[in-house]
């Protein structure tokens, strides 16, 4: 869609992926790096003049027009791309299903029997399903490393901090970060380097990125072998531009235990976020995330600062032990995206918990992964991550190109 033709509504839409409440597109600029491009932006991005709705109807009603657009989407505007909508959001953003209750689910278009992934869950759909060229989400605990997998992209989450959140609705900011999907790495790549502006420290593309492969155990350890299986070929062509494989650990002490660190550091974040809004306007929830926002009503000050210092502790540990020149792989989930119908509990413990003990390790770190889609399992889409330490973001979209484009 050229920007003599960014439409007044939503663009036709079979899946679902779009807000049609308050819809908004914008064209480019008439010159720039991304000019030729549509995106989509997830409904946690302000736009002047437009109400985000977060995911939900009693947000949307008790908020006000922003008076500014988000600074992520101003970047990719000035670049020449053009926003053609607003893309559906799990609620309050705290679940990784792609459900939501009151607009309904965005379908999955690689396989429409199953979820979508979320909570970017529009963003994802809408590039899989060839309706924009690439769409950002944001990325808290796998809020677009998720929805990629079991969509069929690329998606990255970057360094934490290196692109500005100004303008993005506030979830869990120790965590919180922009990312970004597209259904190539060509293309991941030039969003990328107009949504990083400077080059961050220690991320120079133009050198040698990695030099040492090392594959997570305790990450594939917890992925089911069929999916093991159909990530081998993506771990081969990497192996082949780096020339080695080792073997390491994410965790010494656990995954499982890291994950308790950060849901409790995560939703001490949220509920100070979001407590009180909640409070005074006691909106209705899907059974996963209402369960979500209870126990995060119930952490303490002392144990949310608590868990974050552990938080803390654990992304000095990852800086000692990933090293300038380590390229980090596993599984971006451990499993297939779930059934549509998926009872909750089970999509809760079966694979909410087993994907997030994968996924935690890039939060607690503030490290950017960027997940790569390399194969299927009985039709579904499977992910391979590829991560590395802070800064890296730029040598791991290279990374992508050289190795999958």
């Known amino acids: ?47 002047a003049g437009s109400t985000t709705g977060f995911g939900h109807p009693a947000w949307l009603a008790s908020h006000e027009p922003a008076h500014e657009t988000a600074a992520a989407v101003t970047r990719l505007i000035d670049a020449g791309a053009d926003l053609i909508g607003r893309t559906i959001s799990d609620e309050l953003c705290y679940s990784l299903s792609g459900e939501n209750p009151h607009y309904g689910t965005p379908t999955n278009p690689r396989t429409p029997d199953r979820l979508p992934g979320g909570s970017s869950s529009g963003s994802a759909v809408a590039v899989a399903g060839g309706l924009a060229d690439f769409a950002i ?7 677009v490393r998720v929805p990629a997998s079991y969509c069929g992209l690329y998606g990255m989450r970057p360094t934490h901090g290196s692109i500005p959140l100004a303008g993005v609705s506030r979830f869990a900011p120790r965590f919180d970060t922009i990312g970004w999907f597209a259904r190539d790495a060509a293309t991941l790549k030039r969003v990328g380097e107009v949504l990083l502006g400077d080059v961050l420290p220690g991320d120079d593309a133009s050198t040698p990125g990695f030099r040492r492969m090392i594959l997570a155990d305790d990450a594939f350890e917890r992925t089911d072998p069929a999916i093991r299986q159909a990530i081998a070929p993506g ?25 308790e660190t950060f849901r409790t550091a995560q939703a001490g ?7 009180a809004w909640i409070g005074e306007h006691r909106p209705s929830f899907g059974k996963g995330v209402g369960e979500r926002l209870s126990f995060a ?46 009872a909750s509990d089970e999509v809760e413990i079966d694979y909410r918990r087993r994907t997030m003990e994968l996924l935690c390790s890039a939060g607690l770190g503030g490290l950017p992964q960027l997940t790569i889609p390399v194969g299927t399992v009985d039709g579904a889409p499977v992910g391979l991550s590829i991560m590395a330490r802070r800064g890296k973001d730029r040598a791991l979209l290279q990374l992508a190109v050289d190795a999958f484009a």
Do not use: Y
Request: charge should be negative; include cysteine; hydrophobic fraction near 40%.
């Open 1 to 47: 869609m050229s920007r003599s033709q960014v439409a007044a509504s939503p663009p036709a839409d079979p899946f679902g992926a779009f807000c049609t409440d308050n819809h908004v597109a914008q064209p480019g600029a008439a010159q720039g790096p991304l000019g030729g491009l549509s995106f989509a932006a997830k409904d946690v991005f302000d736009v």
């Open 137 to 143: 989400g944001t990325d808290c605990g796998g809020s």
């Open 235 to 259: 771990l081969e062509a990497i192996e082949r531009l780096i020339g080695t494989r080792e073997h390491g650990v994410l965790s010494p002490e656990g995954l499982d235990r890291w994950l």
């Open 269 to 275: 974040e949220v509920w100070a976020s979001l407590g």
């Open 297 to 342: 009503s119930t952490i303490t000050p002392d144990a949310a600062l608590a868990a974050r210092a552990r938080a803390d502790a654990i992304a000095i540990e990852l800086v000692g032990r990933i090293g300038a020149d380590d390229l980090i792989c596993l599984p971006t989930t451990p499993t297939l995206a779930p059934l549509r119908g998926t």
